[in-house]
T-cell receptor, first 115, second 115 residues
Framework: DAKTTQPPSMDCAEGRAANLPCNHS???????VYWYRQIHSQGPQYIIH???NNETNEMASLIITEDRKSSTLILPHATLRDTAVYYC????????????????FGKGTKLSVKP | KAGVTQTPRYLIKTRGQQVTLSCSPI?????VSWYQQTPGQGLQFLFE???????NKGNFPGRFSGRQFSNSRSEMNVSTLELGDSALYLC??????????????FGPGTRLTVT
């Protein structure tokens, strides 16, 4: 079972910031938070990951609370092309020579960006 | 770099037949994972291959099998197809280790319809 909880759907106005929350209250110290998104009928797209510090890349920012029990993915200026299902996933730290394990996808949040 | 490619993109098969799907990972990636996506069950992990060895396996019947070649390309095979095998089959590649994280990058998928 997925170890995260996300709202099933959210709306966002085009050009505004989209803030997608994720609850992972049972996360352990060696687990990372990953975000993927899936645009209709395409393969999931990697967005960002983090351990405990806030992270930013060209696509988004990831804010992780100090207790690491929740996080927020921020798309700073949402466009219509950001309409997708967003998945928050928790994965253990990789040990050398081992596998980080498969991605366990929950139901995600369906983000609808509206003009 | 070219992304993950999957062939064929669409396939229609009859119950009882078998099917082979192919995946070419991103150049330099040594790990290939396979996922099945259906409307009812969502995205579910099938198996992971690394250096031609199955490293991780999901909870699917033995009709689902895979292999990986020395160039990291992978194939998955489904024998004795059932109607419930109709799904989007996704392949993901990742570098395979050497650091604390191992982001997976997905291909566009193969849409299999069983009639």
């Amino acid at each position: 079972d997925a170890k995260t909880t996300q709202p099933p759907s959210m709306d966002c106005a085009e050009g505004r910031a989209a803030n997608l929350p994720c609850n992972h209250s049972t996360i352990s110290g060696n687990e990372y938070v990953y975000w993927y998104r899936q645009i209709h009928s395409q393969g999931p797209q990697y967005i960002i990951h983090g351990l405990k510090n806030n992270e930013t890349n060209e696509m988004a920012s990831l804010i992780i609370t100090e207790d690491r029990k929740s996080s927020t993915l921020i798309l700073p200026h949402a466009t219509l092309r950001d309409t997708a299902v967003y998945y928050c996933i928790v994965r253990p730290r990789l040990h050398y020579g081992g596998s980080q394990g498969n991605l366990i996808f929950g139901k995600g949040t369906k983000l609808s960006v509206k003009p | 770099k070219a992304g993950v490619t999957q062939t064929p993109r669409y396939l229609i098969k009859t119950r009882g037949q078998q099917v082979t799907l192919s995946c070419s990972p991103i150049s330099g990636h040594r790990s290939v994972s396979w996922y099945q996506q259906t409307p009812g069950q969502g995205l579910q992990f099938l198996f992971e291959y690394f250096s031609e060895t199955q490293r991780n396996k999901g909870n699917f019947p033995g009709r689902f099998s895979g292999r990986q070649f020395s160039n990291s390309r992978s194939e998955m095979n489904v024998s004795t197809l059932e109607l419930g095998d109709s799904a989007l089959y996704l392949c993901a590649s990742s570098p395979g280790g050497g650091g604390p994280v191992d982001e997976q990058y997905f291909g566009p998928g193969t849409r299999l319809t069983v009639t």
